[in-house]
């Protein structure tokens, strides 16, 4: 039992663990100056944890050097002006507002505001112009299947952009139009691409029957009858949904981390467990009164329509949920920090020798726990001798004595 057990956590922490947080494919659109020099910290994150970061810089960036090697990919659009007419701008919008703004009246103030103003959007108009206009750069976008467009708010088009590629500011659209009814994701974990079609169907025709609006991440053959109220998506940014004011209800497979972050935002749930530790962990949150389960292989439409049914309309769980969510958050410090500091507690303390397990310290022979095994035969053949010895001596009176009984007969 306990040999299975550590064989499957260790595939299924380094599975689970980095996984599910993993392998995002990220168009950014950057502002610039300081803009951009805050954005990048986060790329380089980014791209350290493994997701795929491309930024979309037009040829005429004052700031962002992207002929330098960096560890994110540029694409470069053409612009029909330069660098040095984009400094040129905020050069003399700075000039101004060091040397002169002080002495000027409000009236040659609010004028000079406008004009540079005026500049800076006519060129920002032209930049989202040569977007927009070439359609063998919307077409490498669209090709490139970004789930994400990461754009500074100074970058005016950026929500246009994103509209037009499919990405995650749609995703929030169609969240913001679920209405007071809100919204159920699902999601089978980041190992379960694809169902059979068989149980695909089940799930979307029940799916259909809900007044929610559902986010479904799913990679496998699209079921047919899709009900308009469900979005298939490749990639789902799973924890900022469960986040959201309007999530009403996760279908999760029971993996730890979704399971955290269900906890984490007070989410109730229900498990369609699979595998590995995913039964058990569910069971934990039906027994909290914060989940229902349904057998993966037997449950039909109905049985889905129901549990959704009741962990959203029974207020039970939604109130255990959110206990477990406030015993969740109640910790003296992040686990991040924790983690962090166990880390360094164990470099501080040369190893950390007085945590060490004792398994270490054993010979080999107590180890494989030869000496309890000697000592446990040792006393059994004790007993065995002292029970053998008791029996022949008893025996051996007896006989004594009829054997003197028969004598004096
Ligand atoms: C990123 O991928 C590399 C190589 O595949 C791997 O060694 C590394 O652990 C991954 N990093 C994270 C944070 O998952
Ligand atoms: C930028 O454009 C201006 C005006 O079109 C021109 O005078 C200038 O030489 C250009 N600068 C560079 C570096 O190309
Ligand atoms: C503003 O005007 C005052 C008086 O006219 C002058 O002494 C001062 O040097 C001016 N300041 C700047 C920054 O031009
Ligand atoms: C899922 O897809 C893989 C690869 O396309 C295929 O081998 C597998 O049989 C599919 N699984 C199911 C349950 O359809
Ligand atoms: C355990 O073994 C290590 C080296 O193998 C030794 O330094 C340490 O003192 C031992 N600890 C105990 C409690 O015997």
Redesign the pocket.
């Known amino acids: 039992m306990t040999g299975t057990r550590l064989m499957f956590s260790v595939p299924l922490l380094l599975l689970f663990g980095?996984v599910t947080a993993?392998a995002g494919n990220v168009l950014v659109i950057p502002g610039e100056y300081s803009h951009w020099l805050n954005m990048r910290v986060i790329l380089e994150e980014l791209v350290?944890?493994?997701h795929s970061v491309t930024v979309l810089v037009c040829s005429a960036s004052p700031s962002i050097k992207y002929t330098e090697a960096e560890p994110f990919r540029f694409k470069v659009f053409d612009v029909p002006f330069n660098a040095t007419e984009v400094h040129s701008i905020s050069e003399q919008m700075i000039h101004f507002w060091m040397y002169e703004a002080a002495n000027a009246s409000i009236l040659h103030l609010a004028l000079k505001f406008m004009d540079v103003l005026g500049r800076m959007h006519t060129l920002q108009i032209q930049m989202c112009d040569a977007i927009f206009q070439d359609e063998e750069l919307l077409n490498m976008l669209r090709q490139s299947k970004y789930e994400l467009v990461l754009a500074d708010p100074m970058m005016p088009c950026s929500d246009l952009l994103s509209e037009k590629l499919g990405t995650p500011l749609d995703m929030e659209e169609f969240v913001q139009s679920s209405g007071d009814d809100g919204i159920v994701v699902l999601s089978l974990g980041s190992m379960i691409k694809n169902l059979t079609t068989e149980r695909g169907n089940i799930i979307a025709s029940a799916l259909g029957q809900i007044p929610q609006k559902v986010i479904w991440r799913y990679s496998g053959e699209k079921p047919e009858n899709l009900a308009p109220n469900i979005r298939l998506y490749d990639w789902i940014p799973q924890n900022d949904l469960l986040g959201h004011p309007k999530t009403k209800a996760f279908i999760t497979h029971g993996g730890t981390n979704g399971i955290y972050e269900a906890i984490y935002h007070g989410i109730p749930m229900v498990g369609i467990p699979l595998f590995a530790d995913q039964p058990e962990n569910m069971i934990h949150m039906k027994v909290k009164g914060a989940a229902v389960i349904l057998d993966f292989n037997n449950f039909q439409s109905k049985d889905l329509v129901d549990g959704l049914d009741t962990v959203i309309n029974d207020p039970s769980y939604k109130e255990n949920a959110m206990r477990l969510s406030r015993i969740h958050h109640d910790q003296p410090m992040k686990p991040l920090d924790r983690a962090v500091f166990w880390i360094e507690f164990v470099m501080r303390n040369k190893g950390a020798k007085h945590l060490r397990v004792q398994a270490h310290n054993l010979t080999w022979y107590q180890y494989h726990s030869l000496d309890v095994f000697a000592a446990l035969l040792a006393t059994a053949a004790l007993v065995t001798l002292i029970f053998f010895k008791t029996c022949r001596f008893c025996l051996r009176k007896c006989c004594l004595r009829s054997k003197t009984k028969s004598k004096n007969d």
């Open positions: 980095p993993l350290n944890r493994n």
